[in-house]
């Protein structure tokens, strides 16, 4: 344990055990997605999508088509801010615990997609990362809550940021219809890792 590390300040932090993100469910899991939500400490952005017509016969008329767009969601944790130090980062490297909910909207075949990375103190070396984007089954109506999760163990020295980004497709048709997510965390364990 290093002798310069402010132990009053980690016992006060709490690094270990609790969730880093800051608002991890900025809309609960019930109220619809919209611009009056309250997402403080997250960058958020939506790219809308081009039509898609390459179902639809030549010379047939569409009256109206579903527009769809990407709502994205990300957060930067500094880990050392949050209390961590370079050393039990570095050496003992705990296990970093990131999960996340959506709810199985049944708008399209891809609705969800996650991708987190370790970084240096650079925040631009990317020292470890995990992606994730499900296919849904749209021929059984469902629209259950779906956990994806993932353990970063083993990860070796320099990580000092986490980079969470999770990306929902939302469609537009008379009415709006969102994917849902709720509980999204990145939790560090007082858990040592295998190298």
């Known amino acids: 344990m290093p002798d310069s590390l402010d132990w009053k300040s980690v016992y006060e932090a709490r690094p270990l055990g609790r969730n880093l993100l800051k608002n991890p469910a900025p809309h609960g899991s019930t109220s619809l997605l919209n611009t009056i939500?309250?997402?403080?400490?997250?960058?958020?952005?939506?790219?809308?999508?081009?039509?898609?017509?390459?179902?639809?016969?030549?010379?047939?008329?569409?009256?109206?088509?579903?527009?769809?767009?990407?709502?994205?969601?990300?957060?930067?944790?500094?880990?050392?801010?949050?209390?961590?130090?370079?050393?039990?980062?570095?050496?003992?490297?705990?296990?970093?615990?990131?999960?996340?909910?959506?709810?199985?909207?049944?708008?399209?075949?891809?609705?969800?997609?996650?991708?987190?990375?370790?970084?240096?103190?650079?925040k631009s070396t990317v020292i470890s990362e995990h992606s994730v984007s499900p296919t849904e089954d749209l021929?059984?109506?469902?629209?259950?809550?779906?956990?994806?999760?993932?353990?970063?163990s083993g990860y070796g020295p320099g990580v000092r940021y986490v980079h969470f980004v999770h990306r929902l497709k939302n469609s537009f048709l008379n009415n709006f219809f969102p994917t849902l997510f709720t509980g999204s965390s990145v939790i560090v364990k007082p858990l040592k890792t295998s190298p």
């Open 37 to 122: 939500s309250d997402f403080t400490g997250w960058t958020t952005s939506i790219e809308v999508l081009p039509y898609d017509d390459s179902d639809i016969p030549e010379g047939v008329v569409v009256c109206a088509l579903p527009t769809y767009s990407w709502f994205t969601m990300e957060q930067v944790v500094d880990l050392k801010a949050e209390g961590l130090w370079d050393e039990l980062l570095d050496a003992f490297q705990p296990e970093i615990v990131i999960q996340d909910w959506y709810e199985e909207s049944q708008l399209h075949k891809s609705i969800y997609q996650l991708h987190v990375k370790l970084l240096g103190a650079d």
């Open 139 to 152: 021929s059984v109506y469902s629209h259950n809550w779906k956990e994806v999760s993932h353990v970063f």
